[in-house]
């Protein structure tokens, strides 16, 4: 069965400390492995899409990376404003095009 | 460009009542997938829809159903809601040929 699990659940940084959020994920084929960010009361925010082990992408303090068994989303540095849920996502190649999502790392950041 | 807009924000309805959801995606978007979120079970896939055809779905009852209009408008509907319905839903659209989905800001339902 297909399945993504993401770790930690909660995470409490403080403002410039940098560290990584991890997705392990099984899956038959991977399609494709997605980052979303959701503030409170919003819906996901689209922010990466990883195809292939050893591809990595970037967007301002975020870099996100992919192994054939999990992914890392780094922030560098973080600021207040990156406080918020970040989902790990995965689409099977024999899945059709059902997206498995995991529960989710609440980030803090703390001025 | 305009988002993806779920309509409407939000809904206060009765056990055993029905509801019907609604979402319009983005320009030029042909699939839409809707997906419910609670704060026990996070994210789970409902169904998805391309060019009014149904081609997956999460494992859902059957009270729950959708349907795509040939603009690839999209509504969801359930039936005999029940309490544990309460959820944000949560609709996405994507291009044709392309994997990552955009989402809207969802309908806060609350079964009461």
């Known amino acids: 069965e297909d399945q993504v699990t993401q770790s930690p659940e909660a995470l409490r940084l403080q403002e410039g400390e940098s560290s990584s959020l991890n997705c392990s994920y099984t899956v038959s084929g991977l399609r494709g492995l997605f980052w979303y960010r959701q503030d409170p009361g919003k819906g996901p925010e689209f922010l990466f899409t990883?195809?292939?082990a050893g591809e990595e992408k970037e967007k301002e303090r975020l870099k996100a990376t992919l192994t054939k068994k999990e992914s890392f989303l780094h922030i560098t540095a973080p600021k207040p404003e990156d406080s918020a849920t970040y989902l790990c996502?995965?689409?099977?190649?024999?899945?059709?095009?059902?997206?498995?999502f995991g529960a989710g790392t609440r980030l803090f950041v703390k001025a | 460009k305009a988002g993806v807009t779920q309509t409407p924000r939000y809904l206060i309805k009765t056990r055993g009542q029905q509801v019907t959801l609604s979402c319009s995606p983005i320009s030029g978007h042909r699939s839409v997938s809707w997906y419910q979120q609670t704060p026990g079970q996070g994210l789970q896939f409902l169904f998805e829809y391309f060019s009014e055809t149904q081609r997956n779905k999460g494992n859902f009852p059957g009270r729950f159903s959708g349907r795509q209009f040939s603009n690839s408008r999209s509504e969801m509907n359930v039936s005999t809601l029940e309490l544990g319905d309460s959820a944000l839903y949560l609709c996405?659209?994507?291009?044709?040929?392309?994997?990552?989905?955009?989402f809207g800001q969802g309908t806060r339902l609350t079964v009461v």
């Open positions: 996405a659209s994507s291009l044709v040929g392309r994997t990552e989905a955009f």
């Open positions: 996502a995965v689409q099977a190649e024999a899945g059709g095009f059902k997206t498995i």
């Open positions: 990883l195809y292939s």
